[in-house]
């Protein structure tokens, strides 16, 4: 028998068979259960850019996603998700019970957006381009989230393994991943065997994950005047030597390993020595080791600029200090191409018509990536631009409600086998 004979007897096997256990898209994709909710999600697509647009018009500021996250729980409510509920640190949680012992997936999308309270949220529709903060990051994901959930409650495929559909809090920088940490740690700690966050627009897949080490440095010390206080040590300019020696570091290229100052503060007047002056530094790599090298280099940085400060005034009796504090930290590590979460991210792709590049960035897949669990981020689908600025775009296009038919294709085929 050929190979094109066998495939296809297989295929109709299985869509003969709407329970039996299918074990990858392609499989998947060749049942006609699986192949209706597919059909009902892109003619459904208009319901998934109207919750897109509708979730966006509610604020989500960093440590305030809880308005957000009332509309998203009456939306998995409305679905029909069991167990919906909000967990301790304000996540968004609904189930869909699997049939046996199979895996539990997860699959998310972050409710907070990086713009503060009082931002103007409304989101404008020029002939198909949806322009308004956070439209596509993170509320096509939260959309997709919402479309897969419905899609497959609307249908009677039910999955070996248990199905729960998140929308997180605290993704974006001041938030530290902490909704994710706390699924992890605390909610469904030792419970999740597949992690999945739908994170902005196209489609990639981010399998590898980029950490960051962020520290606020601020030098202290007595002050004074410019003119009768010279001669003290000065928070500026020790600052100032911190940022020349750590401008000076040599890092990696592969893995590529990063550093950056990014805000400088301090001062109240021309003629005053300072009292105290601080930095926000930046430190990233996908990889662990070479993060740990570099943080300790910085700090060593740190504390040198410190020492040569105080040196420079050997009359001084005052002498300045330093504090270190942690403005957030994520943990890196990286997967193989070869690891079954990857695999069927990319076979899915694939049979849904494109080659999803692998990538590595900075997502809430860093809380399972670094704990050495499975765990990716997929993109949304369709286009867009200006993530993180006040003129934010996403356009669908002519495909895309191919996000969620990605997104459901995933979760089937890791909640039906292990």
Not at 33 to 51: F, H, K, M, Y
Not at 117 to 132: D, F, H, P
Not at 196 to 213: E, L, N, Q
Not at 403 to 417: F, H, K, M, R, Y
């Amino acid at each position: 028998m050929s190979r094109l004979v066998l495939r296809s007897a297989l295929a109709l096997v299985l869509a003969a068979v709407p329970g039996a256990i299918a074990q990858a898209p392609a499989q998947l994709a060749a049942r006609s259960d699986v192949r209706a909710v597919l059909d009902a999600i892109r003619s459904t697509n208009e319901w998934t850019l109207q919750q897109q647009v509708a979730l966006c018009e509610i604020p989500a500021p960093p440590f305030m996603e809880t308005a957000r996250g009332v509309a998203y729980k009456a939306a998995f409510e409305k679905i029909g998700l069991a167990n919906v509920r909000v967990d301790a640190v304000g996540n968004v949680i609904g189930e869909r019970p699997g049939t046996g012992s199979g895996p539990t997936v997860v699959l998310a999308g972050h409710l907070d957006t990086v713009f503060p309270e009082g931002t103007n949220v409304r989101v404008k529709n020029e002939r198909g381009r949806l322009t308004g903060r956070g439209i596509g990051d993170d509320c096509r994901g939260l959309a997709v989230v919402l479309a897969t959930a419905r899609a497959l409650q609307s249908s009677k495929i039910r999955t070996p393994g248990t199905i729960i559909f998140v929308g997180n809090v605290g993704e974006e920088g001041p938030g530290n991943l902490r909704g994710t940490r706390h699924l992890f740690d605390k909610e469904l700690a030792g419970k999740i065997d597949y992690f999945i966050s739908v994170d902005g627009i196209g489609d990639g897949i981010t399998s590898r994950a980029v950490g960051s080490h962020r520290y606020r440095v601020t030098y202290k010390g007595r002050g004074g005047h410019s003119y009768g206080a010279f001669g003290n040590p000065n928070p500026a300019h020790a600052l100032g030597r911190a940022i020349a020696a750590i401008a000076d570091l040599q890092v990696p290229t592969s893995p590529k390993t990063t550093f950056n100052v990014g805000i400088v503060r301090g001062g109240t007047s021309v003629n005053s020595i300072p009292f105290e002056a601080s930095m926000d530094v930046d430190m990233r790599s996908e990889s662990a080791t070479s993060l740990a090298a570099l943080d300790a280099q910085v700090q060593d940085a740190i504390r040198r600029a410190l020492a040569a400060e105080n040196a420079r005034w050997p009359k001084a009796t005052d002498h300045l200090v330093v504090a270190i504090d942690t403005v957030g930290i994520r943990p890196a590590g990286t997967q193989p191409d070869s690891a079954r979460i990857v695999r069927v991210a990319s076979d899915a792709a694939r049979i849904l018509g494109w080659s999803a590049e692998l990538s590595a960035s900075s997502t809430d897949a860093n809380v399972p990536i670094g704990m050495g669990k499975p765990g990716i981020t997929i993109d949304g689908g369709g286009s867009g631009g200006g993530a993180h600025g006040l003129d934010e775009w996403y356009e669908d296009g002519p495909r895309g409600w191919l996000g969620p038919q990605w997104a459901t294709l995933i979760v089937l085929s890791l909640a039906s086998n292990r």
